[in-house]
């Protein structure tokens, strides 16, 4: 990237991103990291914040004290204010002294806020619990019980009381168990006449979270529906909800989340709790819930009821996956007027075949359109082609391109040549997989067979049905025996066996070809590769001569693109896409070896403005 470029593309994630993840702990650094200027302090704390754990935190407080002479919380209170210095509070207090006050603010005063009860006795594990009582106690001189009691009545008390002992098991779930708890609850709900309540606390808060998952899973595949939708049925009310969130704790949350997003304002209070208190599994359990139960991307919701700083601190929390980063980072370089192009090139050129699907993946689920279509929206011309090229699974693009090139009158060889040739089985049965999906009825090797003929139409057939070696090597004696068949195949024979030579190249890949070459060349004194010069011809020669050195045959496609006058942006475009940048660094210094200039060069003088710096960025 130009220097000018590169400026660019880092002026742009300081105004975007949601910051850096810092490297590896060190409670240390972190604390003079935070130990800046008013200004730069919202961004340090939400990088590191959001970046570590509660007890790290406790450290990172410590050490706080130490090098600044200060209290952390009270210098956050100092340096933000609204929800960002709500949501640092809750990352940085002790969980057992913020859970303690959550669950005392919902119980203070008139009414009493059930959800936050049932979501904290539901969700913490018996230690976590046995922590809050102690702090809920130091902090307001009562037991935690005898609020719950004072506060709560009928079933909901008892159940929740329960849970107050933290005593629950902690095992990993038992098949057996599942099966017996699921009878259990069966003959206590919808196999009598009522509802046996007390059976349904009596077994759900004993067992661990993950026995309760699997009654559910049990009673499923007993009665025909799950344990939650026979819950729903039999009970009601704050009594329905404990159950349904000791069953699935996960989905429960999901469900508060979206009430706290729901209609009018925000519930940032419940919202901060939630992000702050799950984490990891948990988080991505809230999201798969929250997608499946409300139709819509927990982060999504997220995102568009907050704002500023606080927004980026609660979506660097929901998002866990670097995908999931870099889809919001998209969408917001595509956010209203204007698109903010660096940070496009920069995320698209940068990222592997595998990572660009999964970022497709995560931008889909966060968006509701395909990354493909929103960068159209936003982009034109060869730019925007390159871009959405990189936007969609390399095995996609690549059936749309053969599509392309056997469409109408004629068919463009060289793409065939140039995408089966260097591509590997898996790759190929990717392909394939892809063609037959997005165009239903028809496979590839039919459409191939339709639209080539000859020895040429044999030898792509030949590819399709993956049956190229995966070994590079072979040894010499086989290469020998190999090499001597084939010129007893072909040069030292009047006319040439091309099933021989159809068969053996694409058997072997494309190094153990090179090895076979070279026995060819001791055997002749010169290569396979000219004897291939003289015995076939066409697309069928073209072909067999890439099979064995892929590299030069795709570095001259390059050269092709920009020689003469004008430039082939679609054959540019597809050369590149359909190469890794790793497979792409052989074929660059090919294209050096054999036109003694550099294809980054070449494609500079060829090309311009943002298409310019997406070539270079993603080649550099």
Avoid at 16 to 34: E, H, K, M, T, W
Avoid at 167 to 184: L, P, Y
């Amino acid at each position: 990237i130009t220097m000018s470029m590169a400026e660019e593309v880092a002026l742009s994630f300081e105004n975007l991103s949601l910051g850096p993840v810092p490297a590896a702990f060190d409670a240390a650094a972190d604390a003079r990291s935070l130990g800046c200027n008013k200004t730069e302090f919202e961004e340090a704390a939400m990088n590191i914040f959001t970046s570590r754990t509660n007890l790290q935190m406790q450290r990172v407080a410590s050490e706080f004290l130490k090098q600044i002479g200060s209290d952390l919380k009270a210098h956050v209170i100092n340096e933000t204010s609204g929800n960002l210095e709500k949501l640092l509070c809750a990352l940085l207090v002790p969980y057992d002294y913020y859970d303690a006050e959550q669950m005392y603010l919902a119980m203070k005063g008139l009414g009493t806020n059930e959800d936050v009860l049932i979501e904290v006795l539901t969700s913490r594990t018996n230690a976590e619990i046995a922590a809050m009582k102690v702090a809920f106690q130091q902090k307001y001189g009562k037991t935690l019980e005898k609020w719950v009691e004072s506060e709560l009545g009928g079933d909901v008390r008892r159940a929740l009381i329960a849970l107050c002992k933290g005593a629950r098991e902690e095992d990993s779930g038992s098949h057996d168990v599942a099966h017996a708890d699921a009878q259990i609850l069966y003959k206590a709900g919808e196999g009598k006449l009522g509802t046996d309540e007390k059976k349904f606390i009596e077994v759900l808060t004993k067992r661990s979270r993950a026995q309760n998952l699997a009654t559910n899973h049990a009673y499923q595949q007993k009665y025909g529906k799950t344990l939650e939708e026979a819950i729903q049925k039999e009970v009601s009310g704050d009594f329905r909800k404990t159950m349904l969130a000791l069953v699935n704790p996960d989905r429960f949350a999901a469900s508060l989340v979206h009430k706290a997003i729901a209609g009018l304002g925000t519930d940032d209070t419940a919202l901060i709790r939630l992000l702050a208190r799950h984490s990891g599994d948990s988080i991505e359990n809230m999201k798969k819930w929250y997608i499946k139960d409300f139709k819509t991307a927990m982060q999504t919701d997220i995102e568009g009821d907050t704002s500023g700083n606080y927004r980026k601190a609660m979506m660097r929390l929901a998002c866990k996956t670097p995908a999931e980063y870099d889809a919001l980072f998209l969408r917001e370089a595509m956010r209203g007027l204007g698109t903010n192009d660096a940070v496009l090139i920069e995320i698209l050129t940068h990222r592997t075949p595998a990572q660009r699907t999964g970022l497709a993946k995560a931008f889909k689920l966060d968006a509701g359109k395909s990354l493909k279509k929103s960068i159209g929206g936003d982009t034109s011309g060869h730019y925007g082609k390159f871009l959405q090229a990189l936007a969609v699974p390399p095995a996609s693009f690549a059936a749309k391109q053969l599509r392309k090139a056997m469409s109408g009158i004629g068919t463009k060889e060289s793409v065939l040549i140039e995408i089966l040739v260097t591509r590997t089985n898996t790759q190929i049965k990717e392909i394939k997989e892809a063609y037959e999906r997005k165009y239903r009825g028809k496979t590839l090797e039919s459409d191939i067979k339709g639209d080539t003929s000859g020895n040429f139409e044999s030898a792509l057939v030949k590819l399709l049905r993956c049956v190229r070696s995966t070994v590079p090597t072979i040894s010499k004696q086989e290469a020998e025996k190999v090499a001597e068949d084939l010129y007893k195949g072909g040069e030292k024979r009047l006319g040439t066996n091309d099933e021989l030579f159809v068969t053996t190249m694409t058997k072997y890949s494309p190094k153990q070809l090179q090895t076979i070459s070279e026995a060819y060349e001791r055997l002749t004194s010169h290569r396979l590769e000219k004897a291939i010069e003289k015995e076939c011809s066409g697309d069928y020669k073209t072909m067999l001569i890439a099979l064995i050195d892929p590299e030069t045959y795709c570095a001259k496609l390059l050269k092709a693109a920009t020689k003469g006058l004008g430039t082939d942006e679609d054959q540019l475009i597809r050369t590149l896409v359909s190469q890794s940048k790793t497979d792409m660094q052989p074929i660059l210094q090919r294209y050096e070896q054999l036109f003694g200039a550099s294809a980054l060069d070449d494609i500079k003088a060829d090309t311009s403005g943002d298409f310019q710096h997406a070539l270079v960025a993603y080649l550099a």
